[in-house]
């Protein structure tokens, strides 16, 4: 059957209608508006002073830093995602409940989890109460208010919630390798730490993949409502990440604009470890073959 | 497919392009036309439309109730307007707001906090002088000075005063009492309030409940105290023109005075990671001495804590030499005017409505808060603090600082500065110099605003 040639590109553009409205015009807004300055009472002029505004303040290479910082959890998620991935799927007694509990915190709202932990780790909260009535004077701490702590603070309860989805993923994939696979390993008299090795983390490799990059993407654009709710950024601005930047410079601070210009240097930011990640997977694929 | 008779028919492939083609031009001209569409308000039958975007209930509960009841008698008195009122939350008050000023369409009425954070939109474009749609005898005769001063810049009044938050920190009596102090004398010199503060401390009273974890507090503290050394409002604007430095004891002696208050250990040790409202809990759950507060709030605490027995108001002790030194801070929320509204006469006259004395009356009776109005009568108040604070209303200076200096100041200057003091090892040095960054910073990056400040005449008072 003969088929014209701009026939598939009518088939896609709903599709592509859909995307340019929702996607490709809140895009392209936010990059005129980056470089839209604004003069009194709303008279506007195009340049690049919001750009050089960011770009001298040390607050958002700060911010930006920060974001950096929670990388560093990342691979903690990782690896007890996947011991606890593993334990489940040697079906340890009582995995299915293990599995739901394990589960349990990622669908919880994130608001509802800053607030409640916020409650737990004030100064006079509950953690702090149970160390003190356990003596153990040395670990109170004011995991909120001291202001070297409370990033960190923040970096292990998202990743007491985002280790839930590793762990889901990394179940979900195991779930579907081959069997066979494993039979043929014990025959050959493979121990356990050799079948996880040169079977299970292969089979994985994709799932952490996928995981890993999502994960990258969140530490830098997706944990405004951790901090907003259990910091605000502070103390002294050292919990301030880079969505948090944009917020209070466009809706406290009325700078709009230059929050429009954190947003595109973010936007970047998110699109060069995209790209960084692609490039990897292709040349591994390569270095594969 | 179904048909009309409700069988199934094959989808064709030049039926799916169509199908295809229509979907694209409605996904493409759906939000063109929403685009299009009027704002909020309009013209229905004849009848204008206001819609009023408000907050308050936050700081004074009972402020929805009273609006309701406004609304309702305003729409019910004539047939002409009819006004809806849509109570915003505190996250969304500013961010809703500046969506809809970009977009051109929202609500004819705009409530803002008052001064410098209501002028912020002002100086964007976002609202129209209230000067231009009322009578400037109506707004003499009506509005104190002090408090027009807040929103007047570029020879126009934008802000009409909606009610006023009177800052002062409500004090349990009994507390003093216990720790052996004068009950109805609270301190008024700072010499004064340290001794005070040393008893209740001594007494086992955490003597000042606060909370700074959201960073609201250091606009509090630095109106409370950063504004002692000034003698008129031009001194407190002038390091945001850039016509002086913020340095000496003029500008940066409070903070000394701040840190005085964080060493000898007067604030709860959990101060930096609870936030305000949570430290003026710590009031009403009798485990602090005094807290800072408004005027509906203090009317709150009096009216559910035990009254004139437990609950008495004092100003900010004094300490600088300024004509503010021994000042009362009565600032003003404020309603505006958009700029996009088709309707600014008839909003224009419910926001004087509001200010008729039966609505005065009425707000405060429902929600504790007071219009800042010449007509607003003295024998309408219930409580003694209210009357207390009306007293030093009267007699003292109206200024808060917070209302004077650009937000960004307060953001990136006076929150992460004062913080600092809690930190072992901090220096009044470090925190003046975070203040005076941000005040470097928020030059280079909001020149407009710079701008605003440097063609800025004051209303003196």
Redesign the interface.
């Known amino acids: 059957m003969r088929t014209r040639r701009w026939t598939p590109y ?2 896609l ?2 599709t ?3 995307l ?2 929702v996607f490709g ?1 809140a895009v392209v807004a936010v990059v005129l508006e980056s470089f839209r ?7 506007m002029h195009w340049g690049r ?1 919001n750009y ?2 960011i770009f ?2 040390p ?1 958002f290479w700060q911010s930006l830093r920060d974001n950096l910082k929670l990388f560093l959890v990342i691979p903690a998620m990782t690896v007890v995602g996947l011991v606890v991935a593993v334990l489940l799927f040697e079906r340890i007694k009582g995995w299915r409940i293990y599995r739901s509990l394990a589960f349990l915190p990622y669908i919880l709202a994130v608001p509802i989890v800053g607030v409640v932990f ?1 409650y737990i ?5 509950v953690l702090n109460q149970m160390l003190d009535t356990l003596h153990l004077h040395f670990l109170v701490h ?6 070297d702590l409370a990033l960190w603070s923040i970096a292990v309860i998202i990743a007491w919630q985002q280790t839930g989805l590793a762990i889901v993923l990394f179940l979900a994939r195991l779930a579907s390798v081959d069997e066979q696979l494993y039979e043929a390993a014990l025959t050959d008299g493979a121990n356990w730490f050799q079948r996880f090795w040169h079977i299970t983390m292969p089979q994985l490799a994709r799932v952490i993949e996928f995981f890993v990059t999502i994960s990258l993407i969140n530490m830098l654009s997706w944990v405004f409502s951790y901090v907003y709710v259990m ?7 050292k919990s301030y990440v880079t969505e948090l930047y944009i917020y ?1 410079n ?7 604009n ?1 929050a429009s210009a954190a947003s595109v240097i973010l936007l970047l930011v998110a699109t060069a470890v995209l790209f960084v990640q692609a490039v990897t997977r292709k040349a591994v694929d390569r270095i594969e073959v | 497919m179904r048909t009309v008779a409700g069988e199934y028919k094959e989808l064709s492939r030049r039926g799916f392009l169509q199908m295809s083609g229509l979907a694209g031009v409605a996904a493409v001209a759906a939000p063109l036309l929403a685009s299009c569409s009027s704002s909020g308000g309009g013209s229905q039958n004849g009848q204008v439309e206001l819609l009023v975007w408000y907050w308050g209930e936050q700081e004074a509960p009972g402020m929805k109730k009273f609006m309701q009841q406004a609304v309702a008698k305003y729409n019910s008195s004539q047939s002409k307007v009819k006004v809806t009122a849509v109570l915003q939350s505190s996250d969304s008050l500013y961010s809703a707001f500046a969506a809809a000023a970009q977009a051109g369409k929202g609500p004819d009425i705009q409530y803002l906090w008052g001064g410098t954070q209501a002028l912020g939109d002002v100086w964007l474009g976002y609202c129209s002088p209230l000067s231009d749609y009322v009578d400037s005898a109506w707004l003499k005769d009506n509005i104190p000075q002090a408090t027009l001063a807040e929103t007047n810049w570029g020879g126009k009044q934008w802000g009409m005063p909606f009610y006023q938050i009177g800052t002062a920190f409500p004090y349990n009596k009994k507390m003093f009492a216990d720790a052996g102090l004068n009950a109805e004398e609270p301190p008024v010199t700072w010499d004064a309030y340290l001794t005070a503060l040393s008893k209740l401390k001594k007494a086992g009273v955490t003597p000042i409940g606060a909370g700074f974890k959201d960073q609201y507090l250091g606009g509090w503290l630095a109106s409370y105290f950063g504004q002692q050394n000034f003698n008129s409002v031009d001194d407190s604007i002038a390091p945001f023109r850039g016509s002086v430095k913020y340095e000496g004891p003029m500008y940066t002696e409070w903070i000394e005075r701040v840190q005085d208050l964080v060493t000898a250990g007067f604030f709860n040790d959990d101060i930096q990671s609870i936030n305000l409202y949570q430290g003026q809990d710590l009031f009403t759950a009798r485990k602090a001495a005094i807290v800072t507060s408004v005027q509906p709030q203090i009317t709150s605490f009096y009216r559910t804590m035990g009254g004139a027995d437990t609950v008495g108001v004092m100003r900010s002790p004094a300490f600088g030499t300024g004509r503010f030194a021994n000042s009362f801070g009565a600032p003003a929320q404020v309603l505006l005017l958009t700029k996009f509204s088709e309707h600014k006469e008839e909003a224009a006259a419910f926001l004087k409505f509001l200010h008729t004395p039966e609505m005065m009356q009425l707000m405060y009776r429902e929600s504790g808060a007071i219009c800042p109005d010449t007509k607003f009568e003295a024998s309408w108040l219930d409580t003694e603090t209210d009357k207390t604070m009306w007293n030093w209303q009267k007699t003292l200076p109206n200024f808060w600082y917070q209302y004077y200096y650009p937000l960004p100041f307060e953001t990136n200057g006076v929150d992460p500065g004062l913080q600092q003091l809690w930190q072992s090892g901090a220096t009044v040095d470090s925190a003046i110099s975070t203040m005076q960054g941000a005040i470097s910073k928020w030059g280079d990056q909001s020149p407009a605003q710079l701008d605003a400040y440097k063609t800025w005449k004051p209303l003196e008072h």
């Open positions: 009518a088939y553009l709903p592509l209608a859909f340019g409205v015009y300055v604004p003069g009194l009472l709303g008279v002073e050089h505004g001298h303040d607050l916020s780790l004030e100064r006079n909260g004011d995991w909120l208010g001291n202001p910091t605000g950024g502070g103390p002294q601005q209070q466009a809706f406290r601070n009325g700078l709009s230059l």
